[in-house]
């Protein structure tokens, strides 16, 4: 049952980031197949398949790239080349280096690989020689001379009884030497562009290669008549650059088998419409084989890794490897066990946030602005530049989405989209024409499975003077805010909703929201209140009356434009996400900026919260989507109960005082650290009867720990007049007790000394100037009492 107590949030905490971990460069995957080893940056980063998380990231101290790598075949070393010419052996389980030295290649290394016995390392420069390293031994034992510019692929013979090692260059050939002579024994030329990929049979007697982007040999044991493999012969896979797998026989050279992807239409060329396979962000860079679970991964252009299942070569994982930038991130699924994400790109990014998996949906033609989903969680609609706005639905049992509906009569690209609030009858897009569009929805939009359904506006209002930034629906459906770069947010009424031509079906102009200095970026409904809610690039967040169109409350904490606002806490509390890469967590009757949360190193463009109110997703400019779990009542729960301990322990504090058993009492107060309540202690020691001894035998019975606080205790009370006396006390058992060096070996021992030295002094001083009036006293006292007696 819901509870109807209204909290107000007082802290959110991370936890769960998706972040950037392959930006190009090599991948390989474990012997085990438990991990994907890929290059970012100066890091080499181990991902975890069963989960999709980083497990260790492995980086270079001098930040430098790292060019190449190389995991031997027992999965006990992995060795790092970067641009600072240094080759660095890692025990990557603990990612700790073991072992480092300077590569004799003059300029970086392009290519790397262990031979089966994990023993010999090659690797292949970009100044066109090749080099053999002993790992055991840890000497070069080869340098290999004559490749044509970069060696950008070494692979060793897999029988190594013969000693032999394939390379190839950017002459387009293979060259296969022979390591007893470090001989060249022959050159392979039958390509005309670089050779990116060597296969071998079990025997090592063939050798497949291809100059395209990977291949791979499939089992020869299994039943693969699914992809076209009907006899025992040998076959292989390839992957091109249009993204599609292709299944080779080798003895007729024919395509057995071609993969059929998710229809997509290519991006449009830079002139006149043209398109080119480069442009294709499926186009396949590598292939690797997972022998094991009878798997194959292939690795875009675009950083994807994509795991297919055999025999049927259907995808079973995809993990992205660099998102780009963040535009927009939203909850989606049952219970928001999902999260769609629109990036600097055409595709959209459907995360499980189990697993990190991704599915990745084509559609639109150009770069995905913004998305919106419908409050059930499994419709939703997308906006781009191609001037067109998208449906989509999720299979709410296998988690599939697919794309329903389609409309495109923008003029412009569509900036931003919402969703009828009520029931899944329309929605709203607003484009940089300047107008806002209304969309109705077929009745059967949710449980269609025929072709993609056509959209048409039915209406269109031309509704500011400059691009459209935010659209939002009211609660009831009756209302539509917008907002804009004229620096205005308007106020609309939608009349009836799904009832094209009746009277007052398009948007009427109720108000204009008038104040923010700079564009509005974002425009919200309140849930329960008749107020809206704006954020603009001049750095402020607003709220406004529906009455009478003012401004009610104005949030300023933000250095830079504040770019999303969403209501929380039954809309008593506000998110805002900014240019600063900040989120902040506003109160709104007491305009108090309760939080503010930095985790982002851009721009925060995506803001959601979840159905359920407990969790928000954010997206930013650096790449990085975090996940935050609402954790006020798990820190007011911790809070209570360490309220509670304190009241036992000051409890037990005072019967240990009674009781008189002060060494308990000292180390109790000690513990709770309560500088005065261990001053209230000292005290009553000093005032029991022999108290100098007491003191002395109590303070030396406690641990070091205990001692050390009591040292820094004692710098604060003798700053003070009231105190010093105390201090000076416990002072001098540790100075009289405990050797210099002793002394000296406690935390911040040299500090809390010199801090003691000039109240010391003054004290000194003080005292010094009390004992002489206190002299003078007696002395007139003396003088008045000889006078007395002399004068009876």
């Not at 219970?335 to 991704?358: G, M, P, R, W, Y």
């Not at 770069?485 to 079906?505: E, H, Y």
């Not at 001083?765 to 002299?775: A, E, F, K, P």
Request: a negative charge; proline letters at 3%.
């Amino acid at each position: 049952m819901e509870n109807t107590n209204l909290h107000f949030k007082t802290n959110y905490a991370a936890s769960n980031k998706i972040e950037p971990f392959y930006k190009g460069g090599k991948v390989q995957i474990s012997k085990d197949e438990k991990f994907i080893f890929c290059t970012c940056g100066s890091r080499v980063n181990i991902l975890e398949i069963s989960t999709g998380k980083i497990v260790h990231s492995i980086e270079q101290d001098d930040q430098e790239d790292i060019t190449s790598f190389a995991l031997s075949y027992d999965d006990e070393i992995l060795v790092t080349a970067s641009r600072a010419l240094l080759l660095k052996q890692w025990d990557w389980k603990q990612a700790q280096c073991t072992r480092s030295w300077r590569a004799i290649h003059t300029i970086p290394i392009a290519s790397m690989t262990f031979d089966p016995t994990s023993t010999l390392l090659a690797t292949g420069g970009c100044d066109g020689t090749i080099k053999l390293w002993d790992i055991i031994k840890q000497y070069c034992t080869h340098n290999l001379k004559g490749s044509s510019g970069v060696v950008h692929l070494v692979h060793f013979h897999p029988d190594m009884s013969l000693l032999q090692l394939f390379s190839s260059s950017a002459d387009c050939g293979i060259r296969l030497w022979d390591l007893r002579s470090s001989l060249c024994l022959c050159v392979l030329q039958s390509h005309f562009s670089a050779v990116t990929s060597l296969a071998f049979t079990a025997s090592g007697d063939s050798m497949v290669r291809y100059a395209v982007e990977g291949v791979a040999l499939l089992p020869e044991d299994q039943d693969l008549s699914q992809i076209g493999v009907q006899n025992h012969d040998l076959h292989f896979i390839t992957a091109g650059s249009k993204g599609v797998l292709r299944v080779w026989e080798a003895s007729t050279s024919r395509c057995v088998y071609t993969q059929t992807l998710p229809s997509a239409t290519p991006p449009a060329g830079k002139e006149g419409g043209e398109t080119h396979d480069g442009d294709d962000p499926r186009s396949l860079t590598y292939l690797l084989t997972m022998g094991a679970s009878h798997r194959v991964a292939a690795v875009t252009a675009e950083h994807n890794i994509t795991l297919y299942q055999l025999p049927a070569l259907s995808t079973q994982q995809q993990f992205v490897g660099y998102n780009d930038e963040i535009l927009d991130v939203k909850f989606l699924g049952k219970n928001d066990s999902h999260i769609v994400v629109a990036t600097n790109s055409c595709q959209l990014k459907v995360f499980e946030l189990l697993t990190n998996s991704c599915q990745i949906l084509y559609g639109h033609t150009d770069t995905v602005l913004s998305l919106d989903v419908f409050k059930k969680g499994l419709l939703f609609a997308s906006c781009a530049k191609d001037k067109s706005v998208r449906v989509w639905r999720m299979d709410e049992d296998s988690g599939q989405v697919v794309c329903v509906a389609q409309g495109s009569s923008h003029a412009n690209s569509v900036g931003c989209i919402t969703f009828s609030r009520m029931k899944e009858s329309f929605l709203v897009s607003g484009s940089q024409d300047c107008t806002v569009k209304v969309w109705d929805l077929p009745d059967n939009i949710t449980t269609t499975t025929g072709d993609l359904v056509g959209l048409s506006a039915r209406v269109t209002e031309k509704a500011h003077d400059k691009d459209i930034n935010s659209v939002a629906v009211s609660p009831n459906d009756k209302l539509l805010a917008s907002g804009s770069q004229d620096r205005m947010a308007k106020l609309w009424s939608l009349g009836a909703p799904g009832a094209p031509g009746a009277p007052g079906a398009g948007p009427a102009l109720l108000g204009v929201f008038r104040g923010h200095k700079r564009g509005v970026w974002a425009v919200c409904f309140s849930p329960v209140d008749q107020v809206l809610a704006s954020s603009s690039a001049d750095g402020t967040a607003k709220l406004w009356s529906l009455q009478d169109y003012s401004c009610l409350k104005t949030f300023e904490g933000h250095d830079a434009s504040v770019l999303k606002i969403v209501f929380v806490s039954r809309g008593t509390q506000l998110l805002t996400s900014g240019s600063d890469g900040l989120v902040k967590l506003w109160t709104i009757k007491t305009n108090e900026c309760v939080k503010t949360l930095d985790a982002h190193q851009d721009k925060v463009w995506g803001l959601h919260a979840s159905r359920q109110d407990h969790k928000m997703v954010t997206g930013s400019a650096d790449s990085t989507i975090t996940i935050w779990d609402d954790v006020t009542e798990v820190e007011q729960a911790e809070e209570q109960a360490k309220q509670e301990d304190q009241i036992l322990k000051q409890q037990e504090l005072s019967n240990l005082l009674h009781e008189k058993k002060y060494l308990k009492a000292l180390g109790l107060a000690i513990s709770l650290d309560q500088p005065h309540t261990v001053l209230t202690v000292i005290r009553a020691i000093r005032q029991s009867e022999d108290s100098r001894d007491l003191l002395e035998r109590t303070l030396l019975k406690l641990r070091l720990d205990q001692k050390e606080s009591l040292l820094r205790y004692c710098a604060v009370w003798n700053t003070n007049a009231r105190s010093c006396l105390d201090a000076q006390a416990v002072l001098q058992v540790l100075l009289t007790h405990l050797a210099p060096e002793e002394l000296l070996q406690y935390q911040g021992a040299r500090g809390h000394l010199e801090g003691l030295i000039p109240y010391t002094e003054r004290h000194m001083q003080r005292i010094g100037r009390l004992l002489q009036s206190s002299m003078f006293i007696d002395y007139m006292w003396q003088k008045m009492r000889v006078t007395g007696s002399s004068s009876m």
